[in-house]
């Protein structure tokens, strides 16, 4: 993986080819993460998750001014942002009266309701998400790293430079917490 911090570094240097030599080095695990965040929407996805990569890789590299990167993981983790500010754009995109939401989609499998999980509102967790980095901005980024990125806990730690056992200590606090937060918005 020193070959995507060099490149990183050239496109922090304002190395426009280092861009085009960075997406074939990252674009397998920037599509499994999107593919695994993408399994886990509402059914009736409009954006797939080669669409989602390209967005979001397109929102992280072609800035006007050189983007700072403090290696990898900076660059997965801001990933990670980009494609969590990608899908909730796109939730409140369809909870516009314009593209349907006032509508309630109706799952026409009767014998699958009683089981079914409830759907989670991605615009509700991002204000709830949002509410806990301005109380725990550690915690906040773990959950975006693990629940948008799809980042095992070793690599989310990693990431954020704490230990394992910290991070499974704030993953606790924090999904107590938004599930708290979500459950009082219900």
Known sequence: MGDVTAILAAIQAGDRVAAEELLPLVYDELRKLAAQRM????????????????????????????QK????????????????????????RKDRVKYGGERTRVV???????????DLDLVE????????????????????LRFFAGLSMAEAASTLGVSLTTAERYWTYARTWLYAELADAD
């Open 39 to 66: 399994a886990r929407e509402q059914p009736g996805q409009t954006l797939e998750a080669t669409a989602l990569v390209h967005e979001a890789y397109l929102r992280l590299v072609n800035v006007p001014e050189g």
């Open 69 to 92: 990167w403090d290696g990898r993981g900076h660059f997965f983790a801001a990933a990670a942002e980009a494609m969590r500010r990608i899908l909730v754009e796109g939730a409140r």
């Open 108 to 118: 026409l499998d009767v014998g699958s309701l009683a089981d079914e999980p409830r």
């Open 125 to 144: 967790l991002d204000e709830a998400l949002s509410r806990l980095a301005a109380e725990a901005p550690q915690k906040a980024e773990l959950v975006k």
